[in-house]
């Protein structure tokens, strides 16, 4: 004010930015073991046979499966995600039985287990 004259300019626009950060983090799914479980009902040939088709391992990695679960009662197929691991355990599941032993009754047992734990 001047003079007792009134100023008429317009006021100073303000202007406040605020800076946002993206606070999102992406997860990892939780892994899982699929775990071939031991029985005397099935022959190398056939859990060789079965890593192949199922997994599509090679033929030392599907013995090396072969060996672990018949020296360790358990061998681990592959580690996943949860989705493809049941997958994985429906198809073992689904596999059928040895035709080698005719007293093999069905498909050999598998189970999942967390595999984060293992972190």
Not at 52 to 70: I, K, P
């Amino acid at each position: 004010m001047r003079n007792g004259t009134i100023s008429t300019m317009p006021a100073a626009e303000t202007h406040v930015q605020t800076e946002t950060r993206d606070t999102t983090q992406t997860k990892r799914p939780k892994r899982w073991h699929v775990v071939l479980l031991d029985d005397d009902d099935h022959t190398y040939e056939y859990v060789i046979r079965m890593m192949q088709r199922v997994f599509g391992h090679d033929l030392s990695n599907a013995f090396t499966v072969a060996r672990t679960v018949d020296k360790h009662g358990r061998a681990i197929c592959m580690t996943t995600h949860r989705e493809l691991a049941e997958l994985k355990l429906e198809q073992i599941t689904g596999f059928g039985p040895d035709q080698a032993i005719a007293a093999c009754k069905g498909p050999m047992s598998a189970i999942l287990q967390p595999a984060d734990d293992d972190d």
